[in-house]
C-alpha cells in the first residue's frame, strides 16, 4: 500500500482572509459602501464642503452685497485685538466653567439617588428627560417669564421674604447665573440616563463583595462603582463641553447678550457679525476660531482619558 502525501498547509499572511472568503468580503465591502452612501454624501455636502467654504470666507472681506477683498489673515487679526470679542470669548468660557460641573455633578447624583430601591424610579426618568425633549424656545421662553421683574420668582420672595428679587436678566452679575441655571434644568436630563445606563451595569456581586469587606457606601463609589462608570463619564463630559461652548438660544433669547455684551457667547458673536452686520469674513473667522477651540479642547481630553478612564475594568 501506498502511502498518502498529504500537502502542507497553505501560508496565510496574518490579518488576510482565505481565497475564498475574499469574493465574500468584496461583496459585504460594497453593501456597507451603498448603505454608508447617503451618510457620507450628507456628510460632506452639509459638514465638510461647509467648514471649508467657511476657511476661505474667512480671509476675505465678504460682504453679503458688494465687492470682496482678500485680506489673508487680517480678520483673525482683528478678532485677537477686537475688546468685544475677548470679552465674547471670556463670557463662553465662565458659561463653560459654570454649566459643564454644574450639569455633571446634578445628573450624576440623581442617577446614584435613583437606584434600583427607590420606587417609582422609571416615572422619574421619564419626569427628568422631559426639559430635554421640550423645544429650546419654548422653556426659555417660560424662564424668561420666571426671571423678569414681577415674575414668579419675584412674587415668590416679595411674599415669602418680603425682598425683591434681583434683576435676573437686567444685571451683569445676575444675568450669566441665570442662563446657566435655565441651561442645567434643560440639559442635565440627558447625562443623567447616560449615568443612570452606567450605573445599572455596575455588578451587584462586586458591591456586596466590598461590602463584606468593609466598605462603607463612599468606599464602595469610589473604588468599585467610580472605575466602571468613568467612560460614560468621559462621553458625557466630552459632548457636554462641546455642546456648552456652542450655546446660543439661552442667552440670544434671555437676554439678547445685554446688560451690555456681558452675556454674549462666540456662536452670538457669529450671527451678529453674519446676519446683524453682513460682514461674512469676520463671523467666519470667529467660527474657526470657535472650532479650533473646541478641537483643542476635545484633544487635550482625549490624552488626558488615559490618566482616569477605565475601560477594562
Known sequence: MGTATVAPP???PPGSAPAGRRPALRRDGRYAGIFLAPSLVGLALFT??????????????????????????????????????RRVVLNTALFVLLYVPLNVVISLGLAVWLGPAIKGRQAFRVLFFIPVMTPMVANVMVWRLLFQPGGLLDSGMQTWFGIDAPNFLGSSNWAMPAIVAMSVWQGFGYNFLVFSAALDQVPQSQLESAQIDGAGPLQRFRYVTWPMITPSLFFATTMTLITSFQVFAQPFILTQGGPGVSTQTIVMYVYNQGWQFLTMGLASAAGWVLFVIIMGITAIQFFGQKRWVHYDV
Open 10 to 12: 497553505e501560508h496565510v
Open 48 to 85: 465638510l464642503f461647509p467648514t471649508a467654504m467657511a476657511l476661505g470666507i474667512s480671509l476675505f472681506d465678504w460682504p453679503v452685497f458688494g465687492e470682496r477683498k482678500f485680506l489673508g489673515w487680517d480678520n483673525y487679526s482683528h478678532l485677537l485685538s477686537d475688546p468685544v470679542f
